[in-house]
């Protein structure tokens, strides 16, 4: 989660906001903070889902699901936020914490299960395995192509030279029209050692414009609200 402070200098307000209260002030400028945060997290989605924009192949569904805005600014603490979920262990803010701060990518379960458990290990499937336009596989591939019945046949061995494990599949298929079947083995993919990600998803960067020039239209249109209400108007 990024946090962000805006400021106004309101010295350059006009003489009837010099009228307003400080609690007037405050909740006008906190109904104007929802709604810059709110339209930043729309303008957010847009580029994420750009697939040459800074998440490769564009953010999926899930993704755009976990990007959040502030729903309520109270007055008293005048504090928005925008970006990512990242308060649950599968939060899209913990699975794309590497390629915003450029550190090692998350370990994931089939991480975990493919290497039996040993931390630190990632897998990274063969080209000849299906991908997503984001470079993952998809559920239904490591269902039926890695994981199918449990995973019989899976095995690793050391790539020679390298402190890289291969993932290998035993595979049995019958002949067609005989009773013969015949042995093989299916290369899979390697697990190594997660390396930081190159950083293509800075929000700081990515929103600060944005940012002000929503401010700046919310501000003003709320101050007109507020100066109605107040009969300044």
Do not use: C
Not at 92 to 113: E, F, S
């Amino acid at each position: 989660m990024v946090e962000i402070t805006l400021t106004t200098d309101l010295d350059k307000l006009s003489q009837r906001v010099a009228l307003l209260n400080e609690q007037q002030l405050r909740r006008t400028v906190a109904f104007a903070m929802q709604r810059t945060a709110a339209a930043t997290r729309d303008y957010l989605k847009q580029r994420i889902a750009d697939p040459s924009g800074p998440i490769e192949g564009g953010a999926t569904r899930w993704t755009l699901g976990g990007t959040m805005a502030s729903k309520f600014v109270k007055p008293a603490e005048l504090v928005a936020y925008v970006g990512f979920r990242s308060d649950t262990p599968r939060a899209a803010g913990r699975y794309l914490r590497p390629i915003m701060r450029g550190t090692a990518p998350v370990t994931k379960g089939i991480d975990l299960k493919l290497s039996g458990g040993r931390s630190g290990l990632r897998f990274t499937p063969s080209p000849a395995l299906p991908r997503t336009p984001q470079g993952n596989l998809s559920r239904s591939t490591i269902g039926s192509q890695i994981l199918a019945g449990g995973a019989p046949g899976l095995f690793t061995r050391p790539l020679k030279g390298t402190s890289t494990l291969g993932l290998f599949r035993r595979t049995e298929s019958r002949i067609g029209r005989t009773s013969t079947y015949e042995s093989g083995i299916r290369f899979l993919g390697v697990l190594s050692p997660g390396r930081p990600r190159r950083q293509t998803l800075d929000l700081p960067e990515l929103l600060w414009p944005t940012l002000q020039q929503q401010f700046n239209r919310h501000m003003a249109a709320e101050l007109q609200v507020t100066l109605r209400k107040a009969g300044l108007g």
